[in-house]
């Protein structure tokens, strides 16, 4: 496992974001499954669409809504996102409470994206906050969808 550091925490540009992933992507071909959060999600489509690199699965939590009006304004370059399918399997978790990104938006990327949506009821953002600890549901998804990429490839 690889946590990859992006560029400006404070003031996030999504193309910087999208060349950093694509330095760690480049190459990793199938086995490489990505887990990302909020605007991490955002980076990830982005990088998806313009580079339509196959990889084995992605795990998307918390997608916010970059036209949203709770969207971090000093956030640069996440819309328009990308709806175009990911040429991988993918997870859309979602929590009912998100105020940057509900159910309905989740639904909405994952018809666009090609995602099943797992919505895991009041988790407010799905961070820290939400009192979630080491999160098992969470390390249950990605396991859940290692076994299915590793079963689509004979592995």
Known sequence: MVRI???NWERPVCAFWVKTIDSRARGAGQSLIVVAHSLGCLAFVHWAAKHRQKIGGALLVAVPNPNGSNFQQRA???APLPLVELRCKSILV??????????EYAQFCADAWGSTVVCI???????AASDLGRWPAGF???NE?????AGSHGG
């Open 76 to 78: 640069k370059g996440f």
């Open 121 to 127: 009821g009041r988790a407010g953002h799905i961070n």
């Open 5 to 7: 550091q992006v560029e």
């Open 145 to 149: 969808l290692r076994s299915e990429v």
């Open 94 to 103: 979602c929590s009912e409470d998100d105020p940057y990104g509900g159910p």
């Open 140 to 142: 249950k998804l990605l």
